[in-house]
């Protein structure tokens, strides 16, 4: 509880405590009248004042205007026990958002503990601490056991263990040695290490899931827009019904005082406390929620349209494979295999596709840089470089189409990389790549789900892309896609009419993350473009967590959806009670204060 939340709290109970005192005093009118005054005002002097002060700025129409006329009004009409419960409910109710709304904000404001306060980085073989926005990119940094990763790198000496919970939601330690990449905002565990870090802190993995959580809130869901403006125009709409129960019915039946009774319960009950805080806070919840799942949503807006995903489409590599290439076959035309891999290594060496860096890997030898000429990149296709005076393409089957090259293809199920000279076919490399141990479950459970197609796209051989789609059950497969292709695919799926969610990872995968009526990024390992691209952060890579978040989004729209159905009912039921004098102000206490926290209650459900 925060400073001023106990204050409120004591504020209450002084108000709670004066009021029962009180009701047991018996004096005459204007006595009893100044003596409920006092706790009147030790609990609402604020909700008045807030009244005033936003009626002098032109804010007229809000809760506290209602509050305020409501218990005003019951003073004027002698219920002054009345008009005291009514306001301490009220800040009863106030006091309980606004614990709810803490909680809520707990869960993503933890994530603001892999803030990293400070970095120690060598220069001129000097330790100095400094802060992690003045270490440049290429330094080295030293961390020790207890201390978080301040900046993305790669481990030079040392190995620990390293706790990522804070930003997968995964509990279990990754061991780290020379060579690893680390994330920022992880724990180093056991040992010192140093590490070159590979971005500034303002690009690094920390500080982008930071902007992330801290702008969430700005982009609201349809549901949470409508109910902004319908309490807009409800509150006057509502205050002029009251004026009118007021003093139209008593002009013809008479009796002013208890129609202007009437006319007050209407406006306690007609308070939409309990839509204005709870639909946000369902939402709020869904998303702190998600984020201790290693689930990242960059807004409301977006966990609304994940709940009504019908179509999945996933990119492979990377996505429902690890992108961990090996070379599994090197088949030479017209040369030995070693000769056949060098020349491969060297056209690939300037290019930091995981494909490149797999032949790169397996030819282990030093290439020498003076051997590569010209080196020219060709779309979705492959490479032209000039090695040792040669032109060597290395690519895909269109490549070779489009120099004319007589390939073929390979029995061995993988990716074929193809090497010509010219038009002069020297053979192929075949690399594999193995499917994530949850792949297979992730698909299963988006169907149990009720998702009603998942599809593939991946720029790799048509063969390759069936076997992986049918090892995993997925209803359609697209093979041999340029990045173009996807987003063409993706267009055609969403003129299907059905709301359409794409999971991707590389840079390439961008353009159809932000064509998709929903974009999922795998955050730990996916490209700088796609994480900012994509509307949700999938944290740990794992394609089954797409899953989780798909129930957390559905769980808090159903939430939501309760909580408007209820405080609709309750206060349209109350509402018409109150006009036809069958409801008195301890029913509308309830209608307003009492239905708001059960609201609140239910959506803080979202949070588990």
């Known amino acids: 509880m ?62 506290q205007f209602l509050m305020a006329l409501a218990t005003v009004g019951a003073f004027g009409t002698g219920e002054y026990r009345e008009a005291v419960a009514v306001m301490l ?22 994530l603001m503990d892999i803030r990293p306060d400070s970095a120690v980085v060598i220069r001129d073989g000097t330790e100095i601490k400094v802060s992690p926005e003045e270490v440049q990119k290429g330094e080295t940094i030293i961390v020790r056991p207890g201390e978080k990763i301040p900046l993305d790198g790669t ?45 500034l802190y303002s690009e690094s993995t920390v500080a982008k899931i930071l902007d992330l959580v801290e702008n969430s809130s700005a982009k609201k869901a349809k ?56 639909v946000p806070l369902s939402f709020f919840s869904g998303i702190g929620g998600a984020s201790k799942r290693g689930v990242l949503i960059k807004g409301s807006n977006y966990l609304e349209v994940l709940s009504k995903v019908e179509t999945v489409v996933f ?6 494979t690890k992108g961990c290439f090996t070379v599994s076959a090197i088949h ?20 930091n596709h995981p494909i490149a860096e797999s032949i790169i890997a397996a030819h282990k030898g030093h290439i020498d840089p003076s051997r590569i000429g010209e080196v020219k990149e060709h779309a979705g296709m492959g490479i032209e470089a000039v090695i040792d005076g040669r032109t060597i393409f290395a690519g895909n089957s269109r490549l070779m189409d489009k120099v004319g090259a007589k390939w073929h293809n390979c029995h061995i199920n993988g990716t074929v ?108 390992m996916g490209s700088d473009a796609a994480i900012e691209a994509a509307d949700i952060v999938l944290m740990d890579d794992k394609p089954s967590k797409l899953a989780d978040a798909v129930k957390i989004a559905r769980k808090t729209m159903a939430i939501v959806r309760q909580n408007i159905i209820f405080a609709l009912a309750i206060k349209a039921a109350v509402l018409l009670l109150s006009a036809v004098g069958l409801a008195n102000m301890w029913i509308a206490i309830f209608a307003d204060v009492g239905v708001t926290i059960i609201a609140i209650l239910n959506a803080m459900r979202a949070m588990k």
């Open 155 to 199: 481990v030079l000496t040392g190995s620990t263990t390293v706790n990522t919970a804070a930003l997968t939601g995964e509990s279990l330690p990754r061991d780290i040695t020379e060579g690893s990449k680390v994330i920022s905002g992880s724990v180093n565990l056991t040992g010192v290490i140093t590490v070159k870090t590979e971005s």
């Open 417 to 524: 990389i193809h090497i010509s000279e010219g038009s002069d076919y020297l053979g192929h490399i075949v690399i594999t790549d193995e499917v994530k141990p949850d792949s297979k479950d992730a698909i299963a459970a988006l169907k149990k789900l009720g998702i009603t197609k998942t599809v593939m796209l991946t720029g790799d051989r048509r063969e390759i892309g069936e076997a992986v789609g049918k090892e995993l059950g997925l209803d359609e497969i697209h093979a041999e896609l340029m990045p173009a292709d996807k987003v063409t695919a993706v267009e055609k799926l969403i003129s299907e009419n059905k709301t359409l969610a794409f999971v991707g990872d590389g840079i390439n995968d961008a353009p159809v993350l932000a064509r998709a009526d929903v974009g999922i990024a795998m955050g730990a």
């Open 2 to 63: 925060t400073r001023k939340q106990k204050k409120k709290l004591i504020r209450i109970i002084v108000a709670a405590v004066l009021l029962v005192t009180v009701s047991f005093l018996r004096f005459d009118n204007i006595i009893m009248l100044l003596l409920y005054i006092i706790p009147y005002l030790v609990v609402g002097w604020d909700v008045v004042f807030s009244a005033l002060r936003n009626i002098a700025h032109g804010q007229v129409f809000d809760e």
């Open 315 to 320: 990119d492979k590599t990377g996505t429902l």
């Open 223 to 278: 549901t949470e827009n409508f109910i902004t403006r319908f309490a807009k125009y409800y509150t006057p709409c509502v205050v002029t019904a009251a004026l009118a129960l007021a003093f139209i019915p008593p002009l013809i039946v008479g009796n002013f005082g208890e129609w202007i009774q009437r006319a007050l319960i209407f406006l306690v009950v007609s308070c939409p406390c309990a839509l204005v805080i709870s």
């Open 332 to 351: 030479p035309e017209k040369s030995d295999e070693a000769e056949l891999l060098d020349v491969a290594a060297a056209a690939e060496s300037y290019s």
């Open 89 to 110: 409910f009220y800040q009863i109710g106030e006091l309980f958002q606004g614990i709810a709304v803490g909680k809520s904000r707990k869960s993503i404001a933890s």
